[in-house]
């Protein structure tokens, strides 16, 4: 092994994908047999077209407007592999369904530009569509303080999206992965941490590894990806801008972890 990556896996989305990104990350070490440059935009709340705030504390750029993109644009060409996932925060923070369509379709053009095999997360519509009226104020009170977006208004625009998303996969030819109501919990909207793996699984079998030469070789990675709190290209804490050199992580086999 000579240190130099195998693959690039481009990996965009929230809060589902923050949590997961040290279990995801590490199956992809596993699947290409060798170190891999991932580049990822995720993180609490995080919208696809706008700056966005957790419990009004720390806030991180729109991921059409991070800097991801001009990092790609630097970096040499390799098999690439993406994941765009968790699209529907921007739903509670009021943004209709077409234009959040319109910010991942944008996304998804940018991954084109970039030879990735990409691969598209549906809405965990199953479980939205069988919260109560009661159940979606306590999960808003919680899970996004101060928001107001009435139930009726995101269930219509959640289908809408839902919708939207369906025509634009088929348009571009791009896999869906349509979550299962029995992922999630009392929380409606994060997969449980003992379906996580069973997650990752069904976005692994859409990535057309095999054409990249990639399969077949699952070395068991040295060490687990555990990237820093903190460790964002650029963010904001209490209204403070900061910026964080990157990547935020390398591993011993060459593998690193750009966050944005």
Request: with cysteine.
């Amino acid at each position: 092994m000579d240190g130099r990556p195998a693959l690039r896996a481009i990996l965009l989305g929230a809060s589902n994908l923050a949590l997961a990104l040290p279990l995801g990350v590490d199956g992809l070490r596993r699947r290409a047999g060798g170190p891999v440059e991932a580049l990822a935009a995720c993180g609490q709340g995080r919208s696809f077209g706008t700056w966005s705030r957790f419990f009004f504390v720390r806030g991180l750029p729109g991921i059409l407007d991070c800097g991801l993109w001009p990092e790609l644009d630097r970096l040499p060409p390799l098999p690439t592999v993406a994941l765009v996932t968790d699209v529907g925060n921007d739903l509670i923070y009021g943004v209709d369904a077409a234009t959040v369509a319109s910010w991942v379709e944008a996304c998804l053009g940018r991954l084109a530009d970039q030879g990735a095999e990409t691969v598209l997360t549906l809405l965990p519509l199953p479980r939205i569509e069988r919260l109560t009226p009661r159940q979606y104020l306590m999960a808003r009170s919680i899970l996004f303080p101060g928001r107001n977006v009435p139930w009726p208004r995101l269930q219509a625009e959640a289908r809408e999206l839902d919708a939207r998303l369906r025509r634009i996969g088929a348009e571009r030819g791009i896999p869906l992965v349509e979550p299962e109501a029995s992922w999630y919990g009392i929380d409606p909207i994060h997969v449980r941490r003992s379906l996580r793996p069973e997650a990752w699984d069904r976005v692994f079998s859409l990535w057309p590894l095999a054409s990249a030469g990639l399969s077949g070789r699952q070395s068991s990675p040295p060490g687990r990806c555990r990237p820093s709190l903190f460790g964002t290209a650029c963010f904001r804490l209490f209204g403070t801008e900061f910026r964080r050199p990157q990547p935020a992580l390398r591993l011993d086999d060459g593998t690193t972890l750009s966050l944005f």
